[in-house]
């Protein structure tokens, strides 16, 4: 168990829709980072968040979003789905601000799976 | 811009059987290197690491050399077993400007060991 909890596992949802997935990182982690994973393009990093603000970002769309709040879970909204968007969605956390230093390790959850029908 | 290169997939192999999964990487300046695994039903774990050129990560029996004349780090395992079935992705870490830095996974790869 990494100590990363991401709800629901399982999301299944229409075109058109807006959903929004939540990450609780591991105890004492001020980093949260959102990745998706989908078959043709692997892992891709979306965004991060240290101790509430934006950190860094990735190849998120502008129908996607997230914030971390100040208890540091943090939520990716996703807006306007497409089918494309069917992946799995991972949450990790680490305990630094970033950048990921040599010694920085990312804990990551069990991902939640969406699938857009 | 960054990039990674796993070898396609999928792997089956038999119990005891020899590993290697090849991983190339483009990018500039000095990146550190990582392998991780998903089990079946569970997020990513580190399985390895190396940080500089000509370090070795080892983890778990695996190992990976981190070769910068050749841009690679392939994972490699003497005697793989039913556990090791899993899916193994390569990834690179480099730091941008400012206080940024992200990873860059490989697609991954499918390993299946049969007993």
């Known amino acids: 168990d990494s100590g990363v909890t991401q709800t629901p596992k399982h999301l299944i949802t229409a075109t058109g829709q807006r959903v929004t997935l939540r990450c609780s990182p591991r105890?004492?982690?001020?980093?949260v980072y959102w990745y998706q994973q989908s078959l043709d393009q692997g892992l891709q990093f979306l965004i991060q968040?240290?101790?509430?603000?934006?950190?860094a970002k990735g190849n998120i769309l502008e129908r996607f979003s997230a914030q971390q709040f100040p208890d540091l879970h943090s939520e990716l909204n996703l807006s306007s789905l497409e089918l494309g968007d069917s992946a799995l969605y991972f949450c990790?956390?680490?305990?630094?601000?970033?950048?990921?230093?040599?010694?920085?390790?990312?804990?990551f959850g069990s991902g939640t799976q969406l699938s857009v029908l | 811009g960054d990039s990674v290169t796993q070898m396609e997939g999928p792997i089956t192999l038999p119990e005891e059987a020899f590993l290697t999964i090849n991983c190339t990487y483009t990018a500039t300046g000095y990146p550190s290197l990582f392998w991780y695994v998903q089990y079946p039903g569970e997020g990513l774990q580190l399985l390895l690491k190396?940080?500089?050129?000509?370090d070795k990560g080892s983890n778990k029996g695996f190992e990976a050399t981190y070769r910068k004349e050749t841009t690679s780090f392939h994972l490699e395992k003497g005697s793989v077993q039913v556990s090791d079935s899993a899916v193994y992705f390569c990834?690179?870490?480099?730091?941008?400007?400012?206080?940024?830095?992200?990873?860059?996974f490989g697609k991954g790869i499918t390993l299946s060991v049969r007993p």
């Open positions: 990790a956390s680490s305990g630094g601000r970033g950048p990921l230093s040599t010694n920085e390790k990312l804990f």
């Open positions: 190396a940080t500089k050129a000509d």
């Open positions: 990834a690179l870490s480099r730091i941008y400007t400012g206080a940024n830095s992200k990873l860059t």
């Open positions: 105890s004492g982690d001020l980093s």
């Open positions: 968040y240290y101790n509430g603000e934006e950190r």
